[in-house]
């Protein structure tokens, strides 16, 4: 049956609201409870696939149910099931090992994911003097600043603040590391928001469950205390590092989710370069080595704007960074996602937050953080600057090493089950499902990193090859070519890019009609949409923006940024879903009926230029996933004992029974739906509500001959029985010869036997 995906949301991200805590904030180990339990899942090569035998499976289920119980997005027995793993391969090149993700806890790994953390007591003064002289030699400091730093360490102006011989070896280890000398800066300094050096940093018992750490500010005078809990006494002081950096980010007006997000993701990175200095400190073993380890996992099986052979923190090869015995119920788009899921960190609001001294230093290392300012904001921005350039920091070759410390291993091919037998070129819709015959054209590790975005010239060239493959009659391509160049149209729509990408739409019916809802205000905000780059919370290929507020805030199109640089006939197509979006939380309906649309336009796109899907970009590829989603997808029978009629066109089931409308490739679906149901932003839709559509919907749905039942005051509402009257009829938007035909320029095929 294979991995067969669920809808796991029903409570998803139910907004836990807790008090504001200005001058508290902290440094959560989401998988605590869960640390000696998890290293059993590490499995032979080729060992037979199934749930873990024993205790240790319920305890760690249990512990990760408790501790993230949102975080689901599937219920696969095997996630390895149709992977390919191998040992790492020192032969190959940098990039062909970062294009063989996930990486995998196998066999190898027991050093640093060992099942039991040794006991550990606290360290004299000696001891921790040790410590930090062997690491201050690692990084090969000059004699004469290890006596410095010694000295520092011996101080009583460093002990009164830091007491605990462990924490100050954890600080002074950062003694002239770019950027990390920030943090002593700050602790010692009062390079922080106070203007003052920190009262103390200490153990002591925090009191909050599944807490490392925590930053107090104290309301008589600003002035900062760190606290690690007593718990961590017996860490190493390589381990408390990423916790010392981690806390030195906080501090100054409130705390958001991400400021949070942002300090975990710093951290990690800083352990990461820890590793690199001291690889040896990856197999310490204890409660902290094993959680940082998992959460550098969690950092090397991410992707984002560098493309796929870089590291990033905003998405992942196959949509999951813990693949593997024990991580199937636990799905996570990447660490960024690993950070959110936690409860704590998850009930503060995305509003993000101030940064200070100690942000600033951190930040700018990556392209593009020294324009954040000296007192650069945590938030999306933040977010997608460190993705863009993490990169630069963790690099491939700096990436491969530490997959070598950690013994992972490789996903060096996906082979899923295609119906069985060879796949013929010569395609029908009654024999469904259509699978690859060429998986490069769906592969995320194979994605090319996109360029820049088209100047003035390049988008009205692009705009004037689209239209001239079109249909259009040469006035209506004259007149779009006009308003390409035209002011109000260049004020709306300033990326050269997004204009020609919106006004490509003015070719198609009945996507013409976007036009209409961007430029002549047919839309709930009842003004003209700017259409925009935005840096969003999710990897969704758009979002809608309105001024609820009243504060000037454009309403607006958002594409997103992950998008940036992709051709403008891709980015098209995600305009097309950000017309039917609302700006608050999406209901499931709503962002079915959005991807729907946005899938039909691409193919509307795809049969002007059969070109656009050979792209292989990032976007490109999910597009393509997409329009294999729906190709596949049958309408519902209305009776629920009776297969779907194996040649219709719907979105809601599928065509001679098949259990996979994705077969050749990694994800399961049942159908359409399903699959948008399953994509990783689905963790936050909301399902407790049947909106009133947007009147775009309606003239949408109008062109095909669909007028659905289910209305209030004239408006269609995004309800289950408006999903079965589109899918009834979403013909109307697709023939068969057109299904046909996109199946061929997408070079799919069906199966033929054995």
């Not at 006494?233 to 590092?241: D, K, N, S, T």
């Amino acid at each position: 049956m294979g991995k067969q995906k669920t809808n796991r949301h029903a409570q998803a991200h139910s907004r836990r609201v807790s008090p504001r805590r200005p001058n508290l904030c902290f440094y959560v180990l989401p998988f605590l409870l869960a640390i000696v339990f998890v290293a059993p899942a590490i499995k032979p090569v080729g060992a037979v696939p199934g749930s873990p035998a024993g205790g240790a499976s319920s305890r760690v289920h249990r512990a990760l149910r408790y501790l993230m119980p949102t975080s689901q997005t599937s219920t696969d027995e095997d996630e390895l099931q149709d992977l390919q793993i191998a040992p790492f391969d020192t032969s190959l090149s940098v990039d062909r090992i970062m294009r063989s993700r996930p990486f995998i806890l196998e066999e190898g790994a027991e050093k640093a994911f060992p099942v039991e953390a040794p006991e550990a007591q606290p360290l004299t003064e000696g001891e921790a003097r040790d410590h930090l002289q062997r690491f201050l030699e690692l990084r090969g400091l000059a004699e004469s600043r290890i006596d410095d730093t010694l000295a520092s360490f011996d101080s009583r102006k460093v002990k009164r603040i830091v007491p605990a011989p462990t924490l100050r070896a954890s600080l002074l280890m950062l003694t002239d590391w770019d950027p990390y000398e920030a943090t002593i800066r700050a602790v010692l300094d009062g390079e922080n928001p106070s203007g003052e050096p920190y009262r103390t940093v200490d153990f002591d018992n925090i009191g909050f469950a599944g807490a490392i750490a925590t930053l107090y500010e104290d309301p008589r005078d600003g002035r900062h205390s760190m606290v690690v809990d007593s718990a961590y006494a017996g860490e190493p002081p390589v381990q408390l590092i990423p916790v010392v950096v981690h806390e030195s980010l906080h501090g100054g007006d409130g705390n958001s989710a991400e400021e949070e997000i942002v300090a975990n993701i710093l951290d990690t990175i800083c352990y990461a370069e820890v590793l690199l200095v001291d690889p040896r400190a990856a197999y310490q073993g204890t409660d902290l080595a094993f959680f940082n380890n998992l959460e550098l996992l969690a950092l090397l099986n991410s992707t984002g704007r560098g493309g796929a052979g870089q590291v990033g923190i905003a998405t992942s090869t196959l949509g999951d960074v813990f693949v593997g015995g024990y991580f199937g119920e636990f799905d996570y788009e990447s660490i960024r996602y690993v950070v959110e899921a936690d409860g704590f960190y998850d009930s503060l609001l995305n509003i993000g937050s101030p940064g200070q001294q100690t942000t600033a230093a951190l930040i700018a290392r990556f392209p593009g953080g020294k324009a954040l300012g000296k007192e650069p904001y945590y938030g999306e921005e933040m977010l997608a600057v460190i993705d863009r350039g993490v990169g630069k920091v963790i690099t491939p070759k700096r990436a491969v090493k530490l997959v070598q410390v950690l013994g992972l291993h490789m996903t060096t091919d996906i082979r899923e089950a295609s119906g069985g037998g060879r796949l013929a070129s010569k395609v029908s819709l009654d024999a469904r499902p259509f699978a690859p015959r060429d998986p490069a054209l769906f592969d995320p590790s194979g994605a090319k990193r996109t360029g820049k975005t088209l100047s003035e010239e390049a988008g009205r060239e692009s705009l004037a090859a689209f239209l001239d493959a079109s249909e259009l009659s040469t006035d209506a391509k004259d007149a779009l070519m006009a308003r390409y160049g035209n002011a109000r149209t260049a004020e709306l729509i300033p990326d050269p890019s997004l204009r020609a990408a919106t006004l490509m739409l003015g070719a198609l019916k009945p996507w013409d009609l976007a036009l209409g809802a961007i430029f002549d205000a047919n839309n709930p905000d009842g003004v003209p949409l700017q259409v925009l780059f935005a840096d969003l919370r999710n990897s969704a290929p758009a979002a809608r923006q309105s001024d609820t507020e009243g504060d000037g805030t454009p309403a607006a199109i958002l594409i997103n940024s992950l998008l940036f640089g992709e051709s403008p006939e891709l980015l098209a197509s995600a305009i097309v879903e950000g017309t039917l979006l609302h700006d608050d939380t999406w209901t499931t309906q709503e962002a079915i009926a959005a991807a729907l649309m946005g899938t039909l336009a691409y193919a509307a796109i795809a049969e002007v230029d059969p070109t656009v899907v050979k792209a292989k970009t990032w976007g490109v590829l999910n597009r393509n996933r997409d329009l294999v989603a729906l190709l596949n997808s049958a309408a519902w029978p209305g009776d629920d004992t009776a297969p779907a009629n194996a040649d219709s066109i719907g979105f809601l089931s599928a065509p001679n029974e098949a259990e996979d409308i994705l077969p050749g490739l990694y994800a399961d679906a049942t159908s359409f739906a399903n699959y948008v149901e399953t994509l990783p932003h689905a963790a936050r839709f909301d399902r407790h509500a049947d909106l009133e559509a947007p009147p775009i919907f309606a003239k949408f749905l109008a062109f095909a001959g669909i007028e659905p039942t289910d209305q209030f005051r004239g408006q269609i509402l995004l309800s289950e029985q408006t999903m079965h009257d589109v899918d009834a009829e979403l013909g109307g938007f697709l023939s068969p010869d057109a299904a046909l035909g996109l199946a061929r320029t997408l070079k799919l095929g069906v199966a033929t036997g054995s």
